[in-house]
């Protein structure tokens, strides 16, 4: 059994110095805490720095595997299309180029051209169809006409009358009639247009039988 002297435990250098040892063993406890604590924050900022690094690089590495499926896909159409007209070709009827295309924008359409160009030419033919009826219709419609076929003197014209009764007694006493009003002033014309180039006075008999003038 070991006696411990009073005089060591009560000794205030002694409390001192263990005090100091124990406040030096802390600071160095300290020290290497704050030295832990700046690696692993340099360790976490390395972490950091390369998970903001490979964030990137993944979104690069998607979009070049987005690119390569998207080409891919783009591939096997073309390739299927290519093989399609192949099969086409040597099964199928032979296509030859109607008309050469050229590349860039259409050209502005002529509809407007056309329809005018067409308009015109309808109404030239009228036209023309009028006028070659006209100089190939011999009918004879009036005075001057008549005067043109060289086939004698004209001294006048009478109307047409279109009616039933034609008797000469009712178209002369009828006034109410304007075709058998302008018929009696042409044959009054008529008379006198006879006594001027025969130089006789024209009567007109009615005979009853035949019903003439």
Same mark, same amino acid.
């Given at each position: 059994?070991?006696?411990?002297?009073?005089?060591?435990?009560?000794?205030?250098?002694?409390?001192?110095?263990?005090?100091?040892?124990?406040?030096?063993?802390?600071?160095?406890?300290?020290?290497?805490?704050?030295?832990?604590?700046?690696?692993?924050?340099?360790?976490?900022?390395?972490?950091?720095?390369?998970?903001?690094?490979?964030?990137?690089?993944?979104? $690069?590495?998607?979009?070049?595997?987005?690119?390569?499926?998207?080409?891919?896909?783009?591939?096997?159409?073309?390739? $299927?299309?290519?093989?399609?007209?192949?099969? #086409?070709?040597?099964?199928?009827?032979?296509?030859?180029?109607?008309?050469?295309?050229?590349?860039?924008?259409?050209?502005?359409?002529k509809k407007i051209i056309y329809m005018?160009?067409?308009?015109?030419?309808?109404?030239?033919?009228?036209?023309?169809?009028?006028?070659?009826?006209f100089f190939t219709d011999k009918t004879?419609?009036?005075? #001057?006409?008549?005067?043109?076929?060289?086939? $004698?003197?004209?001294?006048?014209?009478?109307?047409?009358?279109?009616?039933?009764?034609?008797?000469?007694?009712?178209?002369?006493?009828?006034?109410?009639?304007?075709?058998?009003?302008?018929?009696?002033?042409?044959?009054?014309?008529?008379?006198? #247009?006879?006594?001027?180039?025969? $130089?006789?006075?024209?009567?007109?008999?009615?005979?009853?039988?035949?019903?003439?003038?």
């Amino acid at each position: 059994m070991e006696v411990v002297s009073d005089n060591y435990v009560n000794d205030p250098n002694v409390s001192k110095q263990s005090l100091i040892q124990q406040r030096n063993a802390m600071e160095v406890a300290v020290s290497l805490a704050q030295n832990s604590l700046k690696s692993i924050d340099g360790e976490l900022n390395q972490l950091k720095a390369k998970y903001s690094t490979m964030v990137p690089f993944d979104a $690069g590495v998607q979009n070049f595997e987005r690119d390569a499926d998207l080409a891919t896909k783009e591939y096997m159409d073309a390739l $299927g299309r290519y093989n399609q007209s192949n099969t #086409e070709k040597s099964i199928g009827l032979k296509l030859q180029i109607a008309q050469i295309g050229l590349p860039g924008p259409a050209e502005p359409s002529k509809k407007i051209i056309y329809m005018g160009l067409s308009g015109v030419s309808s109404i030239a033919l009228c036209f023309l169809i009028v006028l070659g009826a006209f100089f190939t219709d011999k009918t004879v419609n009036n005075l #001057e006409q008549l005067n043109s076929l060289k086939i $004698g003197t004209v001294i006048g014209n009478l109307n047409f009358i279109n009616a039933d009764d034609k008797d000469a007694r009712v178209i002369w006493e009828n006034n109410d009639n304007p075709d058998y009003i302008i018929f009696k002033d042409l044959m009054r014309s008529l008379r006198f #247009e006879i006594t001027d180039k025969l $130089g006789v006075i024209a009567t007109y008999q009615y005979d009853a039988n035949s019903n003439k003038i």
